[in-house]
């Protein structure tokens, strides 16, 4: 059985396996199919990289404009923002664009995040995930403290 899909994936393992398990699961057996969308697989994607300490933001910075934009507006809190993910038969790919902590070790980071996405995509999903790309696209850098205004009346300069 090969169906093509392009923004769901439909897997197909050993039947008698449960949802979960180390090793796959049974999303199409005889009772009926399971499908999972692209937009599914990135917000998993998106929630585990947030889980990991040194991640200070995900997307471009034009992404990340809109993003600011549409949350003023009231829209969605952008889980998604940053994540591009291709989805198949039985695999998936996912590519991250992120903001980091100033400090913290890049390639650590990046393996950290990789790691966990991929666990949770797995495990939620059953999909292999074949791989995870990480561009980093910025540092935040931690804010000076801002010089206090002078209270009415008091001299600015001495």
Do not use: W
């Amino acid at each position: 059985m090969t169906e093509t899909r392009t923004s769901t994936a439909t897997v197909e393992h050993a039947p008698g396996r449960s949802l979960g398990t180390q090793g796959g699961s049974s999303l199409v057996t005889e009772r009926g199919r399971t499908t999972i969308a692209d937009e599914v697989v990135a917000k998993i994607a998106g929630m585990a990289a947030r889980e990991i300490d040194g991640v200070h933001d995900f997307g471009t910075g034009t992404a990340r404009a809109f993003g600011a934009i549409r949350g003023a507006l009231g829209g969605e809190d952008g889980v998604t923002r940053g994540m591009s993910v291709e989805v198949g038969e039985r695999q998936a790919a996912v590519d991250i664009h992120l903001v980091v902590e100033y400090g913290v070790a890049i390639p650590d980071l990046a393996q950290a995040v990789r790691s966990h996405v991929i666990r949770a995509v797995e495990r939620m999903c059953g999909l292999e995930v074949t791989e995870v790309n990480i561009a980093v696209d910025d540092v935040h850098l931690p804010r000076q403290q801002e010089p206090q205004a002078p209270a009415d009346g008091e001299p600015r300069v001495q």
